[in-house]
């Protein structure tokens, strides 16, 4: 890190080199202040361990699985990658329990037909076109007339009228019954019984706990998750965000890349000092890996110098001077710009 001499010292020759005096910057009125700008990210992998009775119809093979006594201290190494999630399975020893269902063979008696394989269905239902209400104009579904014969009929009440098969009524009985104001059932087709849409006349369904197997498993499931967890890092020590596009040159950035629960990266103090509370386990961490950049800049202002600053970054090839506006003069320029609108808008309303 660069002295404050150094610093003023770089300040002294980029004013040179513009043409100015370095004298005129000497060390007293001067202010040098350092900030750590910092950018990256802490990934983190961190682990959680759950356990859980199992049930499986049929049967499974869990062989492949590997078996642990006691989930909570299950040795397991460190990830690879902390950025990588993974799951593991695994199955307590001596849980695995499979059984044969007291179906004994899948199956149970069908609870809709009881184990008949059909249903009881009406062998005749309503007439679909006249409901049973006006299936003959003359004997009304009875076979007795209730009127004469010779009594003239409406066309209208005869239209689409057929011959009464009851009371033998020409032009009074509905064309889809024919008097009788029923027809057979579509489903049964008039046999009174129609197949149980449950089991498909077999009488039985399939078990539904076993689902229809015979057989079932019961065990006890461990799963150890691991899941990246990524915390954004960007510190600009009270400086402009844009401060980081400053320092645009290869060497200017120190990397810092680090895995493991290790000792806080890098070896310097100030960085050391920012990162250490960040760097915190966080619960169920199992891996970590520190991925950033980092440098510190030189603050320099001085009372000759108000309407100056001086930003000093130590690059590969010797400190390197960045000069801008003061927030003084920022200001300053802001109440002339605002004092001209004025001005401007006052000419307009004399005019």
């Known amino acids: 890190m660069l002295s404050d001499d150094d610093v003023l010292a770089a300040v002294r020759r980029d004013l040179k080199e513009a043409g100015a005096s370095g004298a005129a910057f000497p060390a007293q009125g001067a202010r040098v202040t350092r900030h750590l700008l910092v950018e990256g990210e802490i990934v983190r992998c961190v682990e959680t361990r759950e356990e859980a009775p199992r049930f499986r119809q049929g049967s499974v093979d869990l062989s492949g699985r590997p078996e642990y006594e006691d989930l909570a201290r299950h040795p397991l190494p460190a990830p690879r990658d902390p950025a990588v999630a993974s799951t593991l399975k695994l199955v307590r020893r001596g849980s695995v329990d499979a059984r044969l269902?007291?179906?004994?063979?899948?199956?149970?008696?069908?609870?809709?037909?009881?184990?008949?394989?059909?249903?009881?269905?009406?062998?005749?239902?309503?007439?679909?076109?006249?409901?049973?209400?006006?299936?003959?104009?003359?004997?009304?579904?009875?076979?007795?007339?209730?009127?004469?014969?010779?009594?003239?009929?409406?066309?209208?009440?005869?239209?689409?009228?057929?011959?009464?098969?009851?009371?033998?009524?020409?032009?009074?009985?509905?064309?889809?019954?024919?008097?009788?104001?029923?027809?057979?059932?579509?489903?049964?087709?008039?046999?009174?019984?129609?197949?149980?849409?449950?089991?498909?006349?077999?009488?039985?369904?399939?078990?539904?706990?076993?689902?229809?197997t015979g057989r079932y498993v019961r065990w006890t499931e461990g799963v150890i998750a691991r899941k990246p967890l990524v915390d954004a890092i960007r510190e600009s020590s009270s400086l402009p965000d844009r401060s980081f596009g400053w320092a645009d040159r290869p060497g200017d950035w120190t990397r810092v890349e680090a895995e493991g629960p290790a000792a806080v990266p890098g070896d310097d103090a100030d960085l050391v000092a920012w990162l250490e509370p960040r760097l915190q386990p966080h619960a169920g961490e199992v891996g970590r890996r520190v991925s950033l950049r980092h440098l510190t800049l030189a603050r320099v202002t001085h009372a000759d110098h108000p309407h100056r600053v001086y930003y000093v970054i130590a690059g590969p090839d010797g400190p390197r001077v960045l000069s801008r506006r003061s927030p003084r003069r920022k200001r300053q320029y802001a109440a002339a710009l605002l004092l001209l609108a004025l001005l401007a808008t006052a000419a307009v309303l004399l005019t």
């Open 101 to 212: 269902c007291t179906c004994g063979n899948g199956r149970v008696r069908c609870e809709r037909c009881h184990g008949a394989g059909d249903l009881a269905c009406r062998k005749y239902v309503p007439c679909e076109r006249c409901r049973g209400l006006d299936s003959c104009l003359d004997c009304e579904g009875t076979g007795r007339r209730a009127r004469k014969a010779d009594r003239p009929k409406p066309d209208e009440e005869t239209a689409e009228r057929v011959t009464c098969r009851k009371c033998g009524a020409a032009g009074a009985a509905c064309a889809g019954c024919r008097g009788s104001g029923r027809e057979r059932c579509a489903e049964c087709g008039g046999s009174g019984s129609r197949s149980c849409p449950d089991c498909g006349e077999t009488g039985t369904v399939p078990h539904d706990h076993c689902g229809g």
